[in-house]
């Protein structure tokens, strides 16, 4: 059973008219090393983004294969792209971010987990020039496109993956979506202020306000990447939106064994968000055989 803030949320994004605005983020860079210690002590694996990470991590293990080049555009700390290649130990890894700040938690990170499978670079991923033509097998990158300013942006982007991916290459892309009312951004971001950081809390309610409008997001998917895979939302509320690429892999029983077992060590609270999160995308279209 959903949690009553996303209950309340579904029926007032259903009916109620668009009030809310997107505003592009405060700090569109995140380099004060108090904010990026903070950012990265709230959102490692065992906190609140717990289900998340692992919803996202099945999704790109369907399109990412043992011996492909695997580019994460905006990889921050390297949480969610840890878990990815802790899960796929033969398959190599850029992660890719515009913060040094970030970059510099992320290797530390990444070498306490002892992954020698992750690159790490600093770079602008609306301009991926030290990136060849048709040169990276699959592109990944969860809940990042927000923060950047504006639809130019976002175009840009999108057109450099479909520059840099090889034929038949693998994508998944996911964010969020801009809800219409204010009420909703605000009762989502504070759902579990009590569990984490105030500077986590604050920064979850400006990424739902930078949300692009799915509309916009699918125009611009449509154009670049129509041909690469398809979109989804969250069923009627889009609170979140991803572009995913057909599956590249045969199914893997010891991975799907793997997931399993981090979602059984994981709370009963953050198993029933997992279930929240996977029905509303499955109600929208999108679901994988490792959940």
């Given at each position: 059973?959903?949690?009553?803030t996303v209950?309340r949320?579904f029926?007032?994004?259903l009916?109620?008219?668009?009030t809310a605005?997107?505003?592009?983020?405060?700090?569109?860079?995140?380099?004060?090393?108090e904010?990026?210690?903070a950012?990265?002590?709230?959102?490692?694996?065992?906190g609140?983004m717990?289900p998340v990470?692992?919803?996202?991590?099945?999704?790109?293990?369907?399109?990412?294969?043992p011996g492909?080049?695997?580019?994460?555009?905006?990889?921050?700390p390297?949480t969610?792209?840890?878990?990815?290649?802790r899960l796929?130990?033969?398959?190599?890894?850029?992660?890719?971010d515009?913060?040094s700040?970030?970059?510099?938690?992320?290797?530390?990170?990444?070498?306490e987990?002892?992954?020698?499978?992750?690159?790490?670079?600093?770079?602008?991923?609306?301009?991926?020039?030290?990136l060849?033509?048709?040169?990276?097998d699959a592109?990944?990158?969860t809940v990042?496109?927000?923060?950047l300013?504006?639809?130019n942006?976002?175009?840009r982007?999108?057109?450099?993956?479909?520059?840099?991916?090889?034929?038949?290459?693998?994508?998944y892309?996911v964010d969020f979506?801009?809800?219409?009312?204010?009420k909703?951004?605000h009762?989502f971001?504070y759902?579990?202020a009590?569990?984490?950081?105030?500077l986590f809390?604050?920064d979850y309610?400006?990424?739902?306000?930078?949300?692009?409008w799915?509309?916009d997001?699918?125009?611009l998917y449509?154009?670049?990447?129509?041909?690469?895979?398809?979109?989804y939302?969250?069923f009627a509320?889009?609170?979140?939106?991803?572009?995913?690429?057909?599956?590249?892999?045969?199914f893997?029983?010891?991975?799907?064994?793997?997931?399993?077992a981090?979602?059984?060590?994981m709370p009963?609270?953050?198993?029933?968000d997992l279930k929240d999160?996977?029905?509303?995308f499955?109600?929208?279209?999108?679901?994988?055989?490792?959940?």
């Amino acid at each position: 059973m959903p949690s009553s803030t996303v209950i309340r949320a579904f029926f007032r994004e259903l009916f109620v008219k668009q009030t809310a605005l997107r505003e592009s983020e405060p700090d569109l860079v995140m380099d004060d090393p108090e904010k990026v210690g903070a950012y990265t002590r709230a959102g490692r694996e065992d906190g609140v983004m717990a289900p998340v990470y692992l919803f996202h991590c099945a999704q790109i293990c369907e399109v990412i294969k043992p011996g492909d080049t695997v580019l994460d555009l905006g990889c921050g700390p390297a949480t969610q792209l840890a878990i990815v290649a802790r899960l796929n130990r033969n398959t190599n890894f850029i992660g890719m971010d515009l913060s040094s700040e970030m970059l510099s938690r992320a290797r530390e990170y990444a070498g306490e987990q002892n992954l020698k499978n992750i690159e790490f670079r600093q770079g602008d991923i609306t301009r991926l020039s030290e990136l060849a033509d048709r040169s990276i097998d699959a592109v990944m990158s969860t809940v990042v496109l927000h923060h950047l300013p504006d639809l130019n942006a976002l175009e840009r982007t999108f057109a450099e993956i479909k520059r840099i991916l090889k034929p038949g290459g693998g994508v998944y892309l996911v964010d969020f979506g801009h809800l219409k009312s204010e009420k909703s951004i605000h009762d989502f971001a504070y759902q579990y202020a009590d569990r984490q950081a105030e500077l986590f809390t604050l920064d979850y309610l400006y990424s739902l306000r930078a949300a692009f409008w799915p509309n916009d997001f699918k125009a611009l998917y449509e154009k670049h990447l129509g041909e690469v895979g398809k979109f989804y939302r969250t069923f009627a509320m889009p609170y979140m939106m991803a572009i995913k690429s057909p599956v590249r892999r045969e199914f893997d029983p010891v991975l799907r064994n793997q997931l399993s077992a981090l979602i059984k060590g994981m709370p009963d609270f953050h198993q029933a968000d997992l279930k929240d999160l996977m029905l509303f995308f499955k109600l929208g279209g999108l679901k994988t055989v490792y959940l």
